[in-house]
T-cell receptor, first 116, second 114 residues
Framework: GAGVSQTPSNKVTEKGKYVELRCDPI?????LYWYRQSLGQGPEFLIY????????DSGLPNDRFFAVRPEGSVSTLKIQRTERGDSAMYLC??????????????FGPGTRLTVL | AQSVTQLGSHVSVSEGALVLLRCNYS??????LFWYVQYPNQGLQLLLK??????LVKGINGFEAEFKKSETSFHLTKPSAHMSDAAEYFC????????????FGSGTKLNVKP
C-alpha cells in the first residue's frame, strides 16, 4: 500500500518568505508527527497530532512555525518569515496505534527546505 | 532531558564482517528503544524495537540489538555485513510517560567495503 508522502520533495525559498510543507499520512493512521533533521543530525521532534488536534507541540522552535491537520488526515507545516537557519529536511511520520507504547512511526521521504 | 548518543558518525566494515553500531541513552525511567535505517532519498524504516520483555530483540535483515539497562545501551549488531546494509542508522528512544515523542541520536553512516 501507499506509504507516507510529502510534497514538495524540495523547496527553495528566499529569506523572509512564507512556505507550506504538506504531508499525506498512511490511510487510517490517526497519529501524525513532524520532525526536522538538520545536516549531520538526527530527526528532532516538532509536533504530534492525534486526529485533528495537536497533542504535543513542544518541539516547535518559535511562533513562526505552525502546523494544522483540519480533517484528521493531511497535515501542513507552515513557516512564516523564513530564516536561513530553517534550512533542513522536514520529515513527517504517521502511526496507526499511537496509544500503544512502542507503536511504530512510518516516515515519509521528507521535504528538503533551503532558505537563501 | 532525554538524550541519545551514537558513538561514531561513520563506521566502515568489510563485507562479511561483524557490524556493531553503538547507542547509549540517558533515562531515569525505562525507555522504549528503536533502531531505524535510512537509505538515500528514502524515509526512515524501522529495523527493530524494544518495549518490554526479552532484552535481545531481532529485527529485519538479520539485525538484532540487546537492551542493557545497567549500561544504558542498545547496541545494534549483525553477524555478517552485506553491501546492501550501507545506509545511515538512527537510534531513538521514547519515554513511558510520553511514548509518542521520539528522541533520535545523530546517526551512524555504515559503509560496507567489498
Amino acid at each position: 500500500g501507499a506509504g507516507v508522502s510529502q510534497t514538495p520533495s524540495n523547496k527553495v525559498t528566499e529569506k523572509g518568505k512564507y512556505v507550506e510543507l504538506r504531508c499525506d499520512p498512511i490511510s487510517g493512521h490517526t497519529a501524525l508527527y513532524w520532525y526536522r533533521q538538520s545536516l549531520g543530525q538526527g530527526p528532532e521532534f516538532l509536533i504530534y497530532f492525534q486526529g485533528t488536534g495537536a497533542a504535543d507541540d513542544s518541539g516547535l522552535p518559535n511562533d513562526r512555525f505552525f502546523a494544522v491537520r483540519p480533517e484528521g488526515s493531511v497535515s501542513t507545516l507552515k513557516i512564516q518569515r523564513t530564516e536561513r537557519g530553517d534550512s533542513a529536511m522536514y520529515l513527517c511520520a504517521s502511526s496507526l496505534t499511537p496509544g500503544l507504547a512502542g507503536a511504530e512511526q512510518f516516515f515519509g521521504p521528507g521535504t528538503r527546505l533551503t532558505v537563501l | 532531558a532525554q538524550s541519545v548518543t551514537q558513538l561514531g558518525s561513520h563506521v566502515s566494515v568489510s563485507e562479511g564482517a561483524l557490524v556493531l553500531l553503538r547507542c547509549n541513552y540517558s533515562s531515569s525511567v525505562p525507555p522504549y528503544l528503536f533502531w531505524y535505517v535510512q537509505y538515500p532519498n528514502q524515509g526512515l524504516q524501522l529495523l527493530l524495537k524494544y518495549t518490554t520483555g526479552a532484552t535481545l530483540v531481532k529485527g529485519i535483515n538479520g539485525f538484532e540489538a540487546e537492551f542493557k539497562k545497567s549500561e544504558t545501551s542498545f547496541h545494534l549488531t549483525k553477524p555478517s555485513a552485506h553491501m546492501s546494509d550501507a545506509a545511515e542508522y538512527f537510534c531513538a528512544v521514547s519515554r513511558s510517560y510520553n511514548f509518542n515523542k521520539f528522541y533520535f541520536g545523530s546517526g551512524t553512516k555504515l559503509n560496507v567495503k567489498p
